[in-house]
């Protein structure tokens, strides 16, 4: 897929568009509904910004020239992301119409009104208008792993993180981003493919973080198979919910399955595990 054919609706700003870390066009998995004292920071939260420090004598001189150029900036990220947004909704509609596979770059660009290298600028990677690189599970559930209690172990906090954030698929406003995203996975193996490399990179992460936290010496197994056993209950819990979508269910009776289902096999992970890797 090499960049260069042109569609309409090119804009000026198409070609100083930079290359950034691809974005879903829906993810699975939203931000996980645990009450308000237990509950990690959401993925992509910040500290809101200091207000700015008064204008110095000589910074307010600069007069016109300076204001325009301070205010330059704030337009073009929302011309940015007002054609990153085109982009996303156009290959979505695509994607949903035809298959991820049956789907050129060229045809997104001409949907959503760019030319072929504006799609390039925004998502490298045919993939990333799918799937994140850098999922926001990633951050949360690493935070609930950080943020557990004493006594408390690596499997019930990363487990509990999981089991609630699943049970949050059976609400209405995320059951048809679901079934749709259900589908297009389900129609590609590069998706397939894909969905599997981002779960690996996830159970790494994972590992990475209780191994450095217990200590653990060079090649030791234990921190990689509680983070294998946690992944695999997301897995088996996120492919649950798209069959069960794609069968008509959805409210507050998929949310209650996949809580029992998801509470009965972290059951399982803490009886095995339970006594591994406690904060002290």
Do not use: C
């Amino acid at each position: 897929m090499t960049p260069g054919a042109h569609a309409v609706g090119r804009t000026d700003e198409d070609d100083d568009v930079r290359p950034e870390t691809p974005e879903a066009v829906g993810h699975d998995l939203p931000a996980p509904a645990t009450p308000d004292d237990e509950a990690p920071p959401l993925p992509g939260t910040t500290t809101p910004a200091a207000p700015p420090a008064p204008a110095e004598p000589e910074q307010a001189a600069r007069g016109r020239r300076g204001r325009r150029a301070l205010r330059g900036p704030g337009l073009r990220e929302r011309r940015r992301q007002q054609t990153r947004g085109t982009i996303i909704e156009a290959a979505a509609e695509l994607f949903a119409e035809r298959g991820f596979d049956a789907v050129s770059v060229v045809e997104i660009a001409q949907r959503a009104g760019v030319v072929e290298k504006t799609v390039f600028n925004h998502f490298p990677v045919k993939e990333g208008l799918v799937f994140e690189a850098d999922p926001p599970m990633r951050a949360a559930l690493l935070e609930a792993v950080r943020r557990r209690p004493a006594g408390e172990s690596v499997s019930a906090a990363a487990g509990t993180f999981v089991v609630r954030a699943m049970s949050g698929l059976g609400a209405p406003e995320a059951a048809a981003g679901v079934a749709e995203m259900a589908q297009v996975i389900r129609g590609s193996r590069t998706l397939q493919v894909r969905e599997r490399e981002i779960l690996g990179e996830l159970t790494t992460a994972l590992a990475e973080l209780i191994a450095e936290e217990t200590q653990a010496e060079a090649g030791e197994l234990a921190p990689w198979l509680a983070a294998h056993a946690v992944l695999s209950l997301y897995a088996a819990l996120l492919e649950l919910a798209r069959d069960r979508v794609l069968a008509g269910v959805s409210g507050p009776a998929l949310s209650a399955e996949l809580r029992a289902r998801g509470e009965r096999g972290l059951a399982l992970l803490q009886f095995g595990l339970a006594g591994y890797a406690k904060r002290r």
